[in-house]
């Protein structure tokens, strides 16, 4: 009976200590993938977190580049007159400073173009000072140009390139708004003011002394005769219209003086004090 008893007892004890070594075997597998997992994940997010950051490093390399490419511009040329989206007129005075490798023989080349990239007035900025320097050189330049068809415009200033090679070139754009054609540039004659309108050719131009010769047209027996010698008042106006026929459409815009050829007929108004404030050039353009 006592053996029946222990053997019993024996198989019990070995299946226990079977099941024992099958438990550790279970958990450490668990563990070991867990840990394994753990690993996984771990090297995921770091690999993640290197993707983001060289993604990262890259915008933050390509801003640099395109800002130190614009510091560059801006480092070799400055322009005070116009300013950005500034509504002009002709004549247009730009002004500003650039560096003397900005110019050419003291100029580099200015242009002025239409929202359709249209070239309205093209000119060139002259060196105010001696050119041949790394130094800022002040510049100034005036576009006369006729008001396009679109409202805004771009100010393209070029650095002047003898060599011609891509690699050389360089410019700035200031975007600008065109003045409303239904602006007056000049105000009609006011008699009430002591002011009087005269027909004449011009024969002369002296831009030194602010004076021009005359031969005056009269078209009425009262018409108030002037001298030859007419002298040109502080802001005097010199207007081009363009008169289409037959849609009689007017286009008015200033000009510069020297730009009417002598022999052209003119108006002039004068003042109180019989000095000039506008001289009007007309041009009759059949279609």
């Known amino acids: 009976m006592k053996i029946k008893v222990v053997i019993p007892l024996m198989a019990i004890l070995t299946i226990i200590f079977i099941s024992s070594l099958i438990s550790c075997n279970i958990f450490t597998s668990v563990e070991t993938t867990s840990k394994l997992t753990t690993v996984s994940n771990n090297e995921s997010k770091d690999t993640t977190s290197k993707g983001q950051e060289s993604k990262e490093t890259d915008a933050i ?11 560059s511009t801006l480092d070799q040329i400055k322009v005070t007159k116009p300013t950005p989206n500034q509504l002009i007129e002709s004549p247009l005075t730009i002004e500003g400073e ?13 242009k002025l173009l239409d929202t359709n990239g249209d070239v309205i007035a093209t000119y060139f900025a002259q060196a105010q000072g001696e050119w041949m320097t790394e130094d800022f050189v002040p510049f100034k330049t005036q576009l006369i140009f006729e008001k396009p068809s679109t409202d805004t415009g771009i100010l393209i200033l070029e650095k002047d390139n003898p060599s011609g090679l891509p690699k050389n070139d360089a410019r700035i754009e200031i975007p600008v708004r065109f003045s409303s054609q239904s602006e007056k540039i000049v105000e009609d004659t006011n008699p009430q003011k002591g002011e009087y309108f005269v027909n004449a050719i011009l024969k002369s131009i002296d831009i030194k002394n602010n004076t021009i010769t005359v031969e005056q047209l009269i078209n009425e027996p009262n018409e108030k005769e002037i001298p030859p010698e007419v002298n040109l008042s502080d802001g005097c106006k010199i207007v081009k219209v363009i008169l289409e026929r037959p849609n009689e459409k007017e286009t008015v815009t200033e000009i510069t003086l020297d730009s009417i050829k002598l022999g052209s007929e003119i108006g002039i108004i004068f003042k109180s004090d019989n000095t000039a404030r506008a001289i009007i050039y007309q041009e009759i353009i059949e279609k």
């Open 61 to 71: 390399t390509t801003i640099e580049v395109e800002s130190t490419a614009e510091d």
């Open 98 to 110: 650039a560096r003397g490798t900005w110019f050419f023989e003291a100029t580099f080349p200015v």
